[in-house]
């Protein structure tokens, strides 16, 4: 009897690029539905309108590369690029801003460059840069969760608020928008005023912002079930998240009424979402073990960096972007030891 | 101290995969009937193919020395039964190529009668010294029954500078399905132990380790009960961690010493000697009842089988014998694997023989082998460096291998590869690692071989070109040294000049005698000087 050949392996493997992207989706679920309770239907709107145009995109880009639209349109990357767009923008964004940040995370970010696996900067991150630089006004409309929560903005005037930019009567934009907590330690401490004083308003909370801190906090559970179902490596996290707090903290020791707090750095902003479901991207990230602790300890760097001394009262995708441009770099000098292989016979 | 407080190691990576070993231990071990034909492959060892010493139509003995091999790496051939040599020539054998290769053919007959082919066995066994265990292993024909087939006299001969102090015994058998080393521990401990003494007393290290996976009880028990009172602090049966390819020599010397083999090293170089629990049953057979190595055992096995089971099996029998033994093909039969199914081989044709090395017949089913999906873009999510027993970066070799990027492909230690599909099994975007590890492994031999023809050729007219040049320049000189002399000779013409000499003035004479004699009527002045150059050639 006669067969096919076929080269070694010859095992089935376990994992594929769906699931891995599927639970990073699942994983996000938890600090989305978070936001979603401090910020209204608005965060829901975002993530429906971000995902729907990043698999158009993706359908369009692959149509015009003369690729097949299966596997690539249901491996989840272009739903989960979409996702963390629409997380990363304030939750009322206009249609467009979604529309054109999308829409050049997908077909110059990702598609431009190859595709899926060859994009070396983060595609979300990408988009959401491209749009805060381009559209600054529509980039600070983030909402008050105090304000929100009083409000309690229906689905259809949300819809109203995102595609027609019209709020309902009796309000307006003033009214519900409000510079996040970072925005405040920025502006404050640009103004020479305490941080005690600062965070004395019920705007901020025990760890952070009100409600950013459960955010984030929800935030973590999901990515701690990544890190336990080995979906993510812990040396992104706890090096990104641990350099964050290690510089917070040195220069909140040295003067608290100028610096913020390493609880608050953690907890506010997008660190942890960052630390645990952006920074991990593993396409634009570093992938050698060590690479990776270099690349999260330099993502938490920049953000201190950014946040402190920066134009950007948030500095999370900067900081992505920037250490995605030294990975080559950190990759190559972080091989690690090869098996029977003396250190010194080798670079790294 | 007992055995279960031995300290044991870890190497990197390694993965843990279910290990479908049950299927094939619940029948006991039996006998493959003898086959009517033999197909036995020149070279079924690592290094260079036995030749032949018998001819076609010849008869022979059971045990009987068919082909040998005088290299340093390599191993003789025995008729594995009585029978007619029916050919000697190519055959279908178990390659990955799927090509053929000289092989002796033999037609049993039915007889499977020794003679007197025996070799003598060695009575005083117990205190062998290790040249006649050696030339005996040698001469036995064994290689390492792990897989590997490397021929086991040359690992029983460390190098004078090597200081073996650790004897390793693999008993590891860490790829799924395979379970004839198991069955052999479970039927034949006492062999294998008195395998191990023999080859203890010869290379005399200062302890035995005995590693056995921990999925493996029944082989512990036995081996144990084999081993006796004789289990001392430096004879040990150590429980190692499942983890696949613990059973790599490397890794197990790692897991059970700690030392790592250097890169391009032997165990010996960190003083370690490892053999094969199988191999230390032929090397026990072959010192105490005289027996080559001419049959094996054969785990025969998978969803596309009836019966999975073990069989003592005649080299030489075609696969096809086996899987009839085992119950036949299922319908959905998809895939033929000789070895384990992490780094064994399909096989295109079940006509094939069984080796020296070949542990293992997997028939399996597509959904055991099949990759779930496509392949997709590598995400470069790391999982593969996670698993990689040698501590490579296989996104990295993926890369400089798909661009032909071999140099680079180098420089990340392409050649540290083990091919053990740790890689290419965690990869989540279903991509054949390996498949391109073993191109880019090829890519470059083939450069290299390349680049050496060049070389030798590039050489060859170098040598043509000074050899020419050479000539050449012999020769002007030579014209000149006659020219010079022929000026040299013509004024001074006094006696003592060689006979040589004295002819060519003679020409020159008669020549300017016939000048003077032409120069009435002719004007020709080059006369003498083209005789002279005539003369010359």
Known sequence: MRFKTFSSPHMAPARSVNRVMGQVLLALIPGTAAMTWYFGWGVLINVSLAVTVALACEALMLLVRGRTLTPHITDLSAVLAGWLFALAVPPLTPWWVTLVGVGFAMVVAKHLYGGLGYNPFNPAMVGYVVVLISFPREMTLWLSPSVIAELNLSLPQTFAAIFAGTLPDGLTWDMITAATPLDRIQTGVGLAHPISEIQNSPFFGYLGGVGWEWIGLWFLVGGLWLLKRGVIGWQIPVAMLGTLTLLSGLFWLINPETYASPLFHVFSGAAILGAFFIATDPVSASTTPRGRLIFGAGVGALVFVIRTWGGYAEGVAFAVLLMNMMVPLIDHYTQPRVFGKTTAGKEG | ?537
Request: net charge neutral; with cysteine; charged share 25%.
């Open chain 2, 1 to 537: 101290m007992t055995a279960s407080s031995h300290t044991l190691w870890r190497f990197h990576g390694g993965v843990k995969l279910p290990d479908h070993k049950a299927e094939s231990t619940t029948e006991p071990v039996a006998a493959a009937p003898l086959p009517q034909r033999l197909i036995l492959p020149l070279r079924q060892h690592i290094g260079e193919a036995a030749v032949p010493v018998v001819k076609r139509g010849e008869h022979v003995k059971k045990g009987q020395l068919i082909a040998r091999s005088d290299t340093y790496v390599g191993a003789h051939l025995h008729a594995p039964t009585s029978g007619r040599i029916a050919l000697i020539g190519d055959q279908p054998v178990p390659h990955p190529s799927g090509l053929s290769a000289p092989s002796i053919v033999i037609e049993a007959d039915g007889e499977d009668d020794w003679g007197d082919s025996r070799m003598p066995p060695i009575e005083d066994y117990r205190n062998i010294d290790p040249v006649k265990l050696r030339n005996r292993v040698r001469d036995a024909g064994i290689v390492g029954l792990g897989g590997a087939a490397f021929p086991s006299a040359v690992k029983l001969n460390p190098r004078p500078h090597q200081k073996i102090d650790t004897l390793v015994i693999n008993g590891a058998e860490c790829e799924p399905y395979i379970t004839c080393d198991d069955m052999l521990m479970r039927t034949q401990a006492e062999t294998v132990i008195a395998g191990m003494h023999l080859v203890r007393r010869a290379l005399k290290p200062e302890r035995c380790l005995i590693g056995i996976e921990d999925n493996k009880p029944e082989a512990i028990r036995a081996m144990t009960e084999a081993l006796g009172g004789e289990e001392r602090d430096n004879i040990r049966i150590v429980p190692i961690p499942s983890i696949y390819p613990t059973g790599g020599e490397r890794q197990l010397v790692r897991v059970l010493t700690g030392r790592e083999v250097p890169s391009e090293g032997l165990p010996a170089d960190v003083g370690v000697v490892c053999h094969n629990v199988g191999t230390l049953a032929a090397i026990y057979r072959a010192v105490v009842l005289g027996e080559p190595l001419i049959s094996r055992l054969v785990t025969v096995t998978g969803s596309g089988v009836h019966r999975p089971r073990n069989l003592q099996v005649y080299l030489g029998t075609p696969v096809a014998d086996l899987i009839a033994l085992a119950g036949g093909y299922t319908d959905d039969v998809e895939r033929l694997i000789m070895g384990g199914p992490m780094m064994g081989f399909a096989l295109a044709s079940d006509a094939v023989p069984i080796i020296k090395g070949g542990n293992c017949i997997i028939a399996a089913r597509a959904a055991d082998v099949e990759r779930p999906g496509p392949v997709m873009p590598c995400i470069r999510c790391g999982e593969c460096v996670k698993a990689c027993p040698a501590g490579l970066l296989p996104q990295q070799l993926y890369w400089f291998s798909r661009a032909r990027d071999f140099d680079k492909a180098q420089e990340y230690s392409l050649f540290d590869c083990i091919e053990c599909g740790c890689c290419a099994h965690v990869c989540p975007s279903n991509i054949p690692l390996v498949q391109y590890y073993r191109f880019a492994k090829n890519e470059i031999w083939s450069q290299e071989r390349e680049r050496r023809q060049a070389e030798a050729a590039k050489q060859r007219h170098e040598l043509r070109r000074e050899r020419l040049e050479r000539e050449e320049r012999e020769k002007a000189e030579r014209m000149k040294r006659k020219q010079a002399a022929a000026q040299q000779t013509a004024p001074t013409a006094d006696g003592g000049e060689d006979p040589k000499q004295a002819v060519i003035r003679a020409a020159l004479a008669r020549a300017q005698a016939r000048k003077a004699e032409q120069a009435a009527q002719d004007t020709t002045a080059a006369a003498p000087a083209s005789e002279n150059d005539n003369e010359n050639r």
